[in-house]
């Protein structure tokens, strides 16, 4: 009698005498090859891991005074839309290190808006994307500064209630850095603006009106606060003046030729030296021509004239002069008398 016994790769033919020990080879290889079906793993899919960083647009102006700022991320253009990844936001305030605060999907378009409360000072966010790869790189930082603080005015000069003598008054002083300033005058309603140096330090010049002058300076900071002081000036009467010195007053003829040496000392309405004022010295002296040369006032407000009256001089009264002319104050002149004795 023949038994017949069924394999996975076809039928085995065996004598009844054999059929038992047939039948435990075959259960035997049969939970061998279970075991070794379910010893080997399965195959995980693999995930290709996210190459490409995310960026925050940076802000025009980092300095703020509004609490809630509207973040700008882009992503690559392949995730646009992408449900499997998210945006995974990135702060970190000053002199502390970075720790994610949320994530959030990604829009249908590269770009994506993430509103964000700022803490007070500074605020550095970056973001990352995350998926089934895992984390990409975070982006570069991108910095907010939250100041709600009004910027300080200090005025180092003029002094309040001063006298200037000029047509303007030139205002000094220091702010916040890159503020931007303005001063109004309210007497006769003008204004210049300026905008404060990176230590913060301004130069104003704002024309006067006669009297008593009443100056309103304020100060926007980069963040847009504001601050606010006032100044008073009084312009006074004061006007360009010049003196004029020389080495010989009175010569005798006898003691020709004689040098002589004029000096002009120029100083503006407020009685200081004038630098950088036009000048132009005459000598007149009898039977001689006239001498004429000009020059230039220098740091000090002088300028010097040097010359020799020569022997052909007569005796007689002669006069030496200067014109002093500017383009801020007009001008003004200077004389005295060299007499030519016997």
Do not use: C
């Not at 305030?93 to 964000?116: F, H």
């Not at 004429?292 to 300028?303: I, L, N, Q, Y």
């Amino acid at each position: 009698m023949l038994g017949v016994v069924a394999l996975s790769a076809g039928v085995l033919y065996v004598g009844a005498g054999g059929l038992s020990h047939v039948a435990g080879a075959v259960g035997s290889s049969l939970a061998g090859f279970m075991d070794d079906l379910r010893s080997t793993p399965s195959p995980v899919p693999s995930v290709a891991p996210i190459s490409d960083a995310p960026a925050i647009e940076s802000p025009d102006e980092p300095y703020t005074s509004e609490e809630t700022v509207d973040l700008v991320v882009i992503v690559p253009a392949a995730l646009a839309g992408d449900s499997e990844h998210r945006i995974r936001l990135y702060l970190a305030l000053e002199d502390q290190e970075a720790v994610a605060i949320g994530e959030w999907p990604i829009g249908s378009t590269q770009r994506s808006i993430i509103p964000v409360d700022l803490e007070k000072g500074i605020n550095e966010f970056s973001v990352s994307l995350v998926g089934p790869g895992g984390e990409s790189e975070l982006s570069p930082l991108v910095r907010y500064v939250l100041d709600r603080s009004k910027p300080k005015i200090t005025i180092s000069s003029p002094k309040e209630n001063a006298r200037v003598n000029r047509r303007a008054v030139e205002i000094k002083g220091k702010t916040q850095a890159r503020a931007t300033l303005i001063a109004r005058n309210e007497a006769n309603d003008t204004s210049v603006s300026a905008v404060a140096g990176g230590n913060g330090s301004f130069t104003l010049s704002l024309p006067l009106a006669a009297g008593s002058n009443s100056i309103r300076i304020t100060s926007t900071d980069p963040a847009g606060n504001t601050g606010e002081t006032r100044l008073t000036v009084r312009r006074g009467a004061g006007k360009l003046t010049v003196s004029l010195q020389s080495t010989v007053y009175q010569v005798k003829r006898s003691q020709l030729p004689e040098p002589v040496r004029l000096t002009a000392s120029v100083t503006d309405p407020d009685g200081r030296p004038l630098a950088g004022a036009s000048v132009t010295f005459t000598l007149s002296l009898p039977g001689i021509a006239t001498i004429t040369r000009d020059g230039t006032t220098d740091g000090s407000g002088r300028a010097v004239f040097e010359a020799t009256i020569p022997k052909a001089a007569a005796r007689g009264q002669g006069l030496a002069a200067v014109l002093v002319t500017t383009s801020e104050f007009g001008s003004v002149d200077g004389r005295t008398v060299i007499t030519i004795t016997r």
